[in-house]
């Protein structure tokens, strides 16, 4: 599990959570309007089998949308673009990264909004500094 200790203890200790390792979906099968069952696949011993359920969350990992960056911007060995730390500055001036593409510890809503508004102040910034007399 990649969630604190806390959360992936509180998680393992809930009586209606099952977390299933090793194992992944291979086919949702339902009514055509709710979810009846899914068909798993255990990645070790490839056996198949069939678990009745009710409700499915399904996520894992995450890559940055960051793919038409490469070889222009820094990106760091998951795809993220790299930043002058405490900053949006990336290592071309006047470009700047926010949000999920360069946040690879919070990725939340609330981070992505405050370091797009961080980028925004550093790009009018940067443009004054540069472009002053469009002032």
């Given amino acids: 599990l990649r969630a604190s200790k806390v959360m992936a203890n509180r998680l393992s200790t809930h009586p209606k959570v099952t977390i299933l390792y090793n194992t992944v979906p291979i086919e949702c099968k339902g009514d055509g309007k709710l979810l009846g069952s899914l068909d798993l696949q255990d990645t070790v011993t490839k056996e198949t089998r069939s678990m009745d359920v009710n409700g499915l ?4 990992g995450h890559i940055p949308a960051t793919s038409l960056f490469k070889g222009q911007l820094n990106l760091d060995e998951d795809g ?3 930043t002058i730390p405490g900053s949006t500055e990336t290592n071309i001036p006047g470009v700047f990264a926010a949000g999920d593409v360069q946040d690879k510890k919070y990725r939340q809503a609330v981070t992505s909004a405050g370091t797009g508004c961080m980028a925004a102040l550093d790009s009018e910034r940067w443009l004054e500094e540069h472009y ?3 002032h």
């Avoid at 969350?57 to 894992?60: E, H, Q």
């Fill in 132 to 134: 002053p007399e469009q």
């Fill in 80 to 82: 993220y673009i790299k």
């Fill in 57 to 60: 969350f399904y996520a894992i």
